[in-house]
């Protein structure tokens, strides 16, 4: 359906979405997403590259239709 596929680090970014109050319709941007760091650093304490995940992760999520690109300068859409 996509480049990747939906896994546990999906399901992790999409629920600290969820959890910020954001839903269908709802933009938001890269910045936003990236206040979760520090919880995802906390789930997977041996990844240093915390921020190109989520990067790979709202690709995977734009694949499966959850979310679209507005723009590139990191702004998103809830679908």
């Not at 546990?8 to 990236?34: F, Q, R």
């Not at 520090?38 to 590259?49: A, E, K, S, W």
């Not at 995940?53 to 809830?78: A, C, H, S, T, W």
Request: contains cysteine; aromatic residues 10%.
């Amino acid at each position: 359906m996509g480049s990747g596929n939906w896994t546990d680090w999906t399901d992790a970014v999409w629920d600290c979405i969820k959890l910020m109050g954001h839903d269908s319709g709802s933009v938001i941007t890269l910045k936003d997403v990236y206040s979760a760091v520090p919880v995802l650093q906390r789930m997977y304490p041996d990844n240093d590259h915390i921020e190109d995940k989520i990067r790979q992760q709202l690709q995977i999520m734009k694949d499966f239709g959850r979310l679209e690109f507005v723009n590139n300068q990191g702004v998103y859409r809830i679908l």
